[in-house]
């Protein structure tokens, strides 16, 4: 008698803890229904400094960087198609902001645009975007890198153009806004 009472018990417990546990796991689910179609947003999705189309074609909508001494002779140096627009552009910015005294950047995000046309043919920008950085005045820094693609005998191959840069302002008028020039 004890024992089937002790059984009732463990039957009655283990029926108590399963529908916990189906309770808990339809929860879970929903949760993760709920995330997937908020991610399945892509406009949701865009981090601030995502640059439109329009604005990455615009040199003047970023300051120039001007570049001196043996840096001109490296980034003139062309990239073969094959390396890819985004590991181009890498290797462009890490002439502006490489160096033995740079900490190595993240870049959080990176656009490319071909701009085939009559006037540019075979053009292409790369946009470099770095985030959350750790300075009381720009809390982002963009930079624009401009390809031309040219014919060489070997193949195509991607010869820079220009570099620009745009700073995300963390403080004064323009908090949060993208601007060429330098923030207070």
């Not at 947003?41 to 189309?53: C, K």
């Not at 627009?85 to 900490?103: F, S, T």
């Amino acid at each position: 008698m004890i024992q089937a009472k002790a059984y009732g018990s463990f039957v009655y417990l283990s029926r108590l803890y399963s529908k916990v546990l189906l309770v808990l796991l339809f929860a879970l689910l929903f949760s993760y229904a709920s995330s997937v179609q908020a991610a399945s947003d892509p406009i949701a999705q865009l981090p601030s400094s995502f640059i439109t189309r329009a604005e990455a074609a615009n040199p003047n909508n970023f300051k120039p960087i001007k570049l001196n001494g043996r840096i001109v002779d490296i980034a003139l140096a062309s990239c073969p198609m094959e390396t890819g627009l985004i590991a181009c552009g890498l290797q462009k910015l890490d002439l502006i902001n490489g160096g033995p005294a740079e900490v190595n950047a993240d870049y959080d995000l990176a656009q490319t645009f071909i701009y085939p046309s009559n006037a540019q043919p075979n053009t292409a920008v790369v946009i470099i975007t770095r985030s959350d950085l750790m300075d009381d005045s720009v809390s982002a820094e963009r930079y624009r890198i401009s390809f031309k693609s040219e014919k060489k005998p070997l193949g195509l191959d991607w010869n820079w153009v220009q570099y620009g840069v745009q700073y995300k302002c963390a403080r004064g008028d323009n908090t949060g806004q993208w601007t060429k020039n330098l923030c207070p």
